[in-house]
């Protein structure tokens, strides 16, 4: 199965050298030439020329790369640019429904499935549920094939699948470690069921992850690089994003920070259990939870909460910015005017501090965004 870790290999020529020869080569460097080829189409259409002069590659092997890539119907020809004189160039530009990528959004008894193009356009959604306390990842897969069927499509078409699960992650491997919303309390081999459905390019990962991803690429955090997402949900969670790379942490919990212990006159819990929505739900249900703390004169304890995690984590971190989403931002701007005080108090460097702008979107934004990533890299469009 496709995963996104690389190996790191010895340096033996320059990368001048490493581009202009290798693409043409080998069967890895005829890959990673397509790649970096089809990453350029990614962003707009472009001429061949535009291709050898962005990606280094010299023109010879472009002509070849691209004649492959034709052939495969994975770009198209769209027609000429305008001219600056002589003959015009013809622009190149990524077949978007040559392939298809299916997405899905894990929560207990359901999951929201969605069907897009290799634009990153959504086409089609699916709501699906489940019965039992527990999600079969077989379940998974046929309701997966059952969006493509309604579609007109077969697993065939597919290229990539990526999904979001409430849980811990082992990075690069597709295997959820824990997921209690899903009835997983051990490691289940996710990545490798959907595999045997759709093919390797399988993407596996903690929802809160690709949210922050999202929200960097459409939302809040567009343009930053270092960034930590706290989430206010059912769970407590975080993401955290350094250099423009989420961290997963060795074993893909670096932002369980719900798991913070708490003792209350001698009875342990943790700060997700007493400040989560989940652990708050019998007090105040899950409809506006906010307006419901209020009500009740809880909102500053819980809010002081909420703060202190902003808090370890600006300070572990040293991020620029502080995304809160989930229920959090239903506090509104004065809110966001104490958090960021709070901040400004207890951590040297204050970051600056937003709330996400696109909500359970994101969760979709951003594995949309990875697995057609992944898809590039990996050559899944090839097969």
């Not at 005829?30 to 990614?42: E, I, K, S, T």
């Not at 409430?166 to 919303?181: H, Q, Y």
């Not at 819990?269 to 419901?292: F, K, M, N, W």
């Not at 502080?322 to 506090?331: C, I, N, Q, S």
């Amino acid at each position: 199965m496709s995963t996104e870790r690389k190996s790191r290999r010895p340096v033996t020529r320059t990368l001048a050298e490493d581009r202009r020869t290798s693409p043409g080569k080998t069967p890895r460097g005829r890959r990673d030439g397509r790649a970096a080829v089809l990453r350029q189409l990614r962003e707009r259409p472009l001429s061949r020329t535009d291709l050898a002069e962005l990606t280094g590659i010299s023109q010879p092997v472009i002509t070849r790369l691209v004649r492959d890539l034709l052939a495969d119907e994975a770009v198209h020809e769209i027609g000429a640019a305008g001219s600056t004189g002589g003959r015009r160039p013809v622009l190149l530009a990524i077949r978007p429904r040559s392939r298809w990528v299916l997405l899905a959004r894990l929560a207990r008894g359901r999951a929201e499935l969605a069907l897009a193009d290799l634009t990153g356009t959504v086409v089609a959604h699916r709501h699906a549920t489940y019965e039992g306390d527990r999600m079969e990842p077989e379940w998974l897969v046929d309701e997966l094939g059952a969006l493509c069927r309604a579609n007109g499509l077969a697993a065939s078409d597919v290229c990539g699948v990526a999904v979001a699960v409430p849980g811990v992650v082992a990075p690069g491997t597709g295997v959820v470690g824990t997921a209690p919303d899903l009835g997983w309390t051990g490691p289940e081999a996710l990545g490798e069921v959907l595999a045997g459905g759709f093919g390797d390019c399988v993407l596996v990962d903690n929802d809160v992850n690709l949210m922050l991803t999202g929200e960097r690429v459409h939302g809040a955090a567009r343009g930053a690089d270092d960034v930590v997402l706290l989430y206010i949900g059912r769970f407590i969670g975080a993401s955290i994003m350094l250099g423009g790379r989420v961290l997963p942490g060795a074993h893909g919990a670096s932002g369980e920070i719900g798991l913070l212990p708490l003792r209350e006159q001698a009875r342990e819990s943790t700060v997700e259990q007493r400040y989560g929505l989940g652990g708050l739900a019998d007090e105040i249900g899950t409809a506006e939870p906010v307006r419901a703390l209020a009500d009740r004169g809880r909102l500053d304890e819980v809010v002081a909460a909420w703060t202190h995690l902003a808090v370890v984590l600006s300070l572990a971190v040293d991020p620029a910015l502080v995304l809160v989403g989930g229920a959090a931002t239903e506090l509104g701007e004065p809110g966001l005017v104490g958090i960021r005080s709070e901040l400004g108090r207890r951590v040297p460097a204050c970051p600056d501090v937003r709330f996400a702008e696109l909500g359970d979107r994101a969760v979709t934004q951003g594995a949309l965004e990875r697995i057609r990533d992944l898809v590039i890299d990996t050559g899944a469009l090839r097969d």
